[in-house]
């Protein structure tokens, strides 16, 4: 316990600002694409899934390239300040992506809101690195992990239990969370970093641009980098297409029952009124194992190069991934979260391990700057994914107009889709629960889990192929 003493106040302080942040993130973020596509008559946008991919990709990918241009100016004008004015953009993007409807609208509210991120996403890993030492890093990072995943898992948990009574209650939410953070930041955060130097922000950010030119001449990372991008844009659709599956095609009144019958009060508390779990809880059990596991996990894939953890890890999470599409079951889909977790675990820590491990002595920090750089990337790709291509395999609404079509069922392509399915139901003789066994059976929405886990595994047999060819040549990990 003597280690946690050498960590300063303002360490603790930006760690728990972390978790808040992330809390009020994770709570909007796993619920947006629900959002963004459910219907209208339920008070969402009932945008397509090409839609949603396009939102969602475009801001999220900012997201990640931001930081490039915000971790060097915060240097400059210090951490506090930049973090009290990423929580003001944030109260503002919050606002308005609750607020506009339109495509334009919601879709430049979004980029907003994750440059609000990308401002405040380079802060606390710059705390916690300026606070540790050669001895106290592990811990400081692994508590650092800790936060994110904490907030991670309350912030949808809680969304998962309200949204259902309105929409605008997510964002009053994330709002009512930054602000708090707002308050915290400013009364306690003492800021011990001090911007040295007399250069401008303009030379800063020119000097950055120049340090992340030099990585990127390295050609083998570079393809290394090109390899995670196939594998970032797999795991995005956690995030992407699986709380719109599981909104559509699994049924978790089972899992409901189960923990009914051990706590009542719980399971009425987070569980909706048709006696469900929602898809928004459901996926945040993903952050809730992790919080339970990591230890147990790294522990477990310590004694291997970071490399083999990676193919490891990730052979993992294609099986968990397939798992949570391939059934309606509530109990699979939350079986192959736990495996999806799993390989998270040992793959997700293992990457920047990895990065670290190949990076010449003196460019390290840039090394592990451009290493969000396939994370970016990947977010475009993975809207592209969780958009028409997941429309045409596997979305609800897409393939009821196509059921209609064959059968001849005149629709109205306006009508909001509750009205759909009545006309549709009405012309067939179906129940709601009977028309959606129907069009699983007739069209396997399943399939596109296994398009997910098989993008997952291609990057394992690129990346086996590149730690057998290409590796060997750079420097021995």
């Keep these: 316990m003597s280690v946690f003493k050498k960590f300063s106040l303002s360490f603790w302080i930006a760690n728990v600002a972390e978790l808040f942040e992330r809390w009020a993130w994770y709570g909007f973020y796993m619920a947006f694409a629900l959002y963004l596509v459910g219907s209208k008559d339920t008070g969402a946008l009932g945008f397509s899934s090409a839609e949603k991919g396009?939102?969602?990709?475009?801001?999220?990918?900012?997201?990640?390239?931001?930081?490039?241009?915000?971790?060097?100016?915060?240097?400059?004008?210090?951490?506090?300040?930049?973090?009290?004015?990423?929580?003001?953009?944030?109260?503002?993007?919050?606002?308005?992506?609750?607020?506009?409807?339109?495509?334009?609208?919601?879709?430049?509210?979004?980029?907003?809101?994750?440059?609000?991120?990308?401002?405040?996403?380079?802060?606390?890993?710059?705390?916690?690195?300026?606070?540790?030492?050669?001895?106290?890093?592990?811990?400081?990072?692994?508590?650092?992990?800790?936060?994110?995943?904490?907030?991670?898992?309350?912030?949808?948990?809680?969304?998962?239990?309200?949204?259902?009574?309105?929409?605008?209650?997510?964002?009053?939410?994330?709002?009512?969370?930054?602000?708090?953070?707002?308050?915290?930041?400013?009364?306690?955060?003492?800021?011990?970093?001090?911007?040295?130097?007399?250069?401008?922000?303009?030379?800063?950010?020119?000097?950055?641009?120049?340090?992340?030119?030099?990585?990127?001449?390295?050609?083998?990372?570079?393809?290394?980098?090109?390899?995670?991008?196939?594998?970032?844009?797999?795991?995005?659709?956690?995030?992407?297409?699986?709380?719109v599956f599981a909104d559509e095609w699994i049924d978790t009144s089972s899992l409901y029952a189960a923990l009914h019958s051990v706590w009542p009060w719980l399971a009425e508390a987070i569980g909706t009124a048709g006696g469900t779990i929602s898809a928004v809880t459901l996926t945040s059990f993903d952050s809730f194992f992790i919080i339970v596991f990591q230890i147990a996990v790294s522990g477990a894939v310590m004694r291997f190069k970071p490399l083999t953890a990676m193919m490891i890890g990730i052979t993992v999470l294609a099986a968990g991934l397939y798992m949570m599409f391939a059934g309606c079951s509530g109990w699979l889909a939350l079986a192959g979260l736990l495996v999806f977790s799993l390989g998270e675990m040992a793959s997700s820590p293992k990457f920047t391990e990895y990065v670290g491990s190949i990076a010449p002595a003196d460019q390290k920090a840039l090394y592990m700057g451009t290493s969000f750089l396939p994370i970016a990337v990947s977010h475009s790709v993975a809207g592209v994914l969780s958009g028409g291509i997941y429309d045409r395999m596997a979305g609800r609404l897409s393939l009821l107009r196509d059921y209609a079509a064959q059968h001849s069922i005149a629709i109205d392509p306006s009508a909001a889709e509750a009205d759909i399915w009545q006309t549709v139901e009405a012309a067939t003789g179906q129940s709601h629960a009977q028309l959606t066994q129907t069009l699983w059976d007739a069209y396997d929405p399943a399939s596109i889990g296994a398009v997910y886990a098989g993008i997952a595994l291609l990057s394992v047999v690129l990346l086996l192929v590149y730690d057998r060819t290409v590796r060997p040549v750079q420097q021995p990990q």
């Design 54 to 243: 396009l939102i969602m990709g475009t801001g999220s990918m900012m997201l990640y390239l931001l930081p490039i241009i915000t971790g060097a100016i915060s240097d400059r004008i210090g951490y506090k300040l930049t973090m009290l004015v990423s929580f003001v953009m944030y109260l503002a993007g919050y606002f308005m992506v609750g607020t506009f409807t339109s495509f334009w609208g919601v879709y430049l509210s979004f980029i907003f809101l994750a440059a609000a991120g990308a401002t405040f996403k380079p802060i606390v890993s710059a705390v916690v690195s300026r606070s540790t030492t050669a001895q106290t890093s592990s811990i400081g990072f692994g508590i650092f992990y800790m936060m994110v995943n904490i907030g991670g898992f309350i912030g949808p948990f809680i969304v998962g239990a309200i949204y259902q009574a309105g929409w605008s209650y997510v964002f009053y939410l994330s709002m009512a969370t930054i602000a708090v953070n707002f308050l915290f930041v400013l009364f306690f955060f003492r800021d011990e970093h001090r911007p040295q130097g007399h250069m401008s922000i303009g030379s800063v950010l020119a000097t950055s641009f120049a340090n992340i030119g030099r990585t990127l001449v390295n050609w083998r990372y570079v393809l290394f980098l090109l390899i995670m991008v196939i594998f970032w844009s797999s795991f995005n659709m956690l995030y992407y297409s699986f709380p």
